[in-house]
């Protein structure tokens, strides 16, 4: 089974700009999650979506948005991107129910905000 | 704030031995419980999870899980330097597919 996917893998932006990400789940999986990790703060949790409702949110600003289409497949977009959006940002896949709460991560897309 | 906790290491041990490595959480509504690995620069690995009180073995890799005590801890048997990166504990909160991440635990295992 293929594993989860992140496109792209590397980004430069500059301040002001918006950008969207994209994430591909495991075939199967109903749940998306993203993450923002840095050396600073470590992982933290953006949101989560199911069935193509945000269904968790983090503590961020409405700068960082998510939707997930009809086949899973889900999109961040940060909009007015900021020097402190420089960061790793992580998908991470699951089933979403049914007990089941092993999540599975992208490799991850590198933003540099310039 | 619900938190998890981690000792930031880094945790030496030399090859062969066990290495032990700790999580405590705050939110007793806590009902699974993650170990993942994560070498410099790759994302997180999931290599344990543990739902219930007691231990679980896979391998190498024992969890143990501590409910009254809010502790989940990782052991990994004959240590190899491949083992060698950050361990981080994640906790999700009653039943939710929200998780809370401990900072990782460096993990150095000495040839």
């Known amino acids: 089974k293929a594993g989860v996917t992140q496109t792209p893998r590397y980004l430069i932006k500059t301040r002001g700009q918006q950008v969207t990400l994209s994430c591909s789940p495991i075939?199967?999986?109903?749940?998306v999650s993203w993450y923002q990790q840095t050396p600073g703060q470590g992982l933290q949790f953006l949101f989560e979506?199911?069935?193509?409702?945000?269904?968790n949110k983090g503590n961020f600003p409405g700068r960082f948005s998510g939707r997930q289409f009809s086949n899973s497949r889900s999109e961040m977009n940060v909009s007015t991107l900021e020097l402190g959006d420089s960061a790793l940002y992580l998908c991470a896949s699951s089933l979403g129910q049914g007990g089941s709460y092993e999540q599975y991560f992208g490799p991850g897309t590198r933003l540099t905000v310039t | 704030q619900k938190e998890v906790e981690q000792n930031s290491g880094p945790l030496s041990v030399p090859e062969g031995a066990i290495a032990s490595l700790n999580c405590t959480y705050s939110?007793?509504?806590?009902?699974?419980f993650f170990w993942y690995r994560q070498y410099s620069g790759k994302s997180p690995e999931l290599i344990m999870f543990i739902y219930s009180n007691g231990d679980k073995e896979d391998g190498r890799f024992t969890a143990q899980l501590n409910k009254a005590s809010q502790y989940v801890s990782l052991l990994i048997r004959d240590s190899q330097p491949s083992d060698s990166a950050t361990y981080l504990c994640?906790?999700?909160?009653?039943?939710?597919?929200?998780?809370?991440f401990g900072t990782g635990t460096r993990l150095k295992v000495l040839a």
């Open positions: 075939s199967g999986h109903r749940s």
């Open positions: 979506y199911f069935s193509e409702t945000q269904r």
């Open positions: 994640a906790v999700n909160a009653g039943g939710t597919y929200k998780y809370i």
């Open positions: 939110d007793r509504g806590s009902q699974s």
